[in-house]
């Protein structure tokens, strides 16, 4: 039933069902399906059916692809898609299109923090239902019975991780995870701290002076870098991009690459000829 659950109805109502399941084993020992062993009373039936939580195919996979944020423009944010950005070389390009950490970071940005605290706070949950599982069995059976939940609860502090990491958080983390998850976040953080979307700012752009092209560039790049980082979906890098290649051409050229249907009449206008 919890493998339905989690498939058909979502990680909420899985929760749900490890919480029952929980208050069974804790207050329903002895009545609880399967039944203990006829001659010494161990639960290996109930050991081999719970082992079915950590199915691959209906469990740890679907918890891989659960969506954690999402955008309309690049859609659903998964534990799965964020290892592919953290490690692109163990990506398979044909299995989900590649998505970088920069825009994990925006479209965590995008969401709404209430609603990743509540998804955070269902997977601790999960968590902690399948530590409470373990528990009963071994203090009802003892310490050769416990339930091996180890890959599941991995995959959930994962989940729990990945939040804390990219859904801007006030908790603490639960495990250590890939060091170079930890160095794109701290770049991202220190990035956040100068310039945060729709927040409080240390910059101010009336100290900038500008004295050649190349501060220009700098400026275009920096501004590339803020809409990577905070508004992925936004068109505007498109504009910024193209207006950063006319940085170090002349006037002709510049009206040969945006309008060069109408670069003879400007040099008729001009009284320029190809001469010149």
Same mark, same amino acid.
């Given at each position: 039933?919890?493998?339905?659950?989690?498939?058909?109805?979502?990680?909420?109502?899985?929760?749900?069902?490890?919480?029952?399941?929980?208050? +069974?084993?804790?207050?329903?020992?002895?009545?609880?399906?399967?039944?203990?062993?006829?001659?010494?009373?161990?639960? %290996?039936?109930?050991?081999?059916?719970?082992?079915?939580?950590?199915?691959?195919?209906?469990? %740890?996979? !679907?918890?891989?692809?659960?969506?954690?944020?999402?955008?309309?423009?690049?859609?659903?944010?998964? +534990?799965?898609?964020?290892?592919?950005?953290?490690?692109?070389?163990?990506?398979?390009?044909?299995? !989900?299109?590649?998505?970088?950490?920069?825009?994990?970071?925006?479209?965590?940005?995008?969401?709404?923090?209430?609603?990743?605290?509540?998804?955070?706070?269902?997977?601790?949950?999960?968590?902690?239902?399948?530590?409470?599982?373990?528990?009963?069995?071994?203090?009802?059976?003892?310490?050769?019975?416990?339930?091996?939940?180890?890959?599941?609860?991995?995959?959930?502090?994962?989940?729990?991780?990945?939040?804390?990491?990219?859904?801007?958080?006030?908790?603490?983390?639960? !495990?250590?995870?890939?060091?170079? !998850?930890?160095?794109?976040?701290?770049?991202?953080?220190?990035?956040?701290?100068?310039?945060?979307?729709?927040?409080?700012?240390?910059?101010?752009?009336?100290?900038?002076?500008?004295?050649?092209?190349?501060?220009?560039?700098?400026?275009?790049?920096?501004?590339?870098?803020?809409?990577?980082?905070?508004?992925?979906?936004?068109?505007?890098?498109? +504009?910024?991009?193209?207006?950063?290649?006319?940085?170090?051409?002349?006037?002709?050229?510049?009206?040969?690459?945006?309008?060069?249907?109408?670069?003879?009449?400007?040099?008729?206008?001009?009284?320029?000829?190809?001469?010149?």
């Amino acid at each position: 039933m919890a493998q339905s659950a989690l498939n058909t109805e979502g990680i909420v109502k899985f929760e749900q069902c490890l919480n029952g399941l929980s208050q +069974l084993v804790k207050t329903k020992w002895q009545d609880v399906y399967p039944e203990l062993d006829e001659d010494d009373g161990d639960p %290996l039936e109930r050991i081999s059916a719970l082992g079915h939580l950590s199915d691959k195919s209906f469990v %740890l996979n !679907t918890i891989r692809t659960l969506p954690l944020a999402t955008s309309k423009i690049l859609g659903n944010v998964s +534990l799965q898609l964020i290892d592919k950005a953290v490690n692109p070389s163990d990506a398979n390009k044909e299995d !989900t299109p590649e998505i970088e950490i920069s825009q994990i970071i925006g479209i965590f940005k995008e969401a709404k923090v209430e609603e990743t605290t509540a998804l955070f706070q269902v997977i601790n949950q999960c968590i902690a239902h399948l530590k409470e599982i373990n528990q009963t069995f071994i203090e009802q059976a003892g310490n050769e019975y416990n339930v091996d939940f180890d890959i599941l609860i991995a995959e959930f502090n994962s989940v729990s991780n990945a939040l804390k990491k990219y859904g801007n958080l006030q908790v603490e983390v639960i !495990t250590t995870t890939d060091e170079s !998850t930890d160095s794109e976040l701290s770049d991202n953080q220190q990035i956040e701290g100068a310039a945060p979307s729709g927040g409080s700012t240390n910059f101010n752009s009336a100290e900038m002076k500008l004295t050649s092209r190349q501060d220009v560039e700098r400026c275009f790049d920096l501004i590339l870098t803020y809409y990577q980082e905070f508004e992925p979906s936004s068109p505007v890098p498109i +504009l910024i991009s193209r207006a950063n290649k006319l940085v170090n051409l002349d006037f002709l050229d510049i009206v040969k690459d945006i309008f060069p249907d109408a670069l003879a009449q400007v040099k008729t206008l001009g009284g320029i000829s190809d001469s010149d």
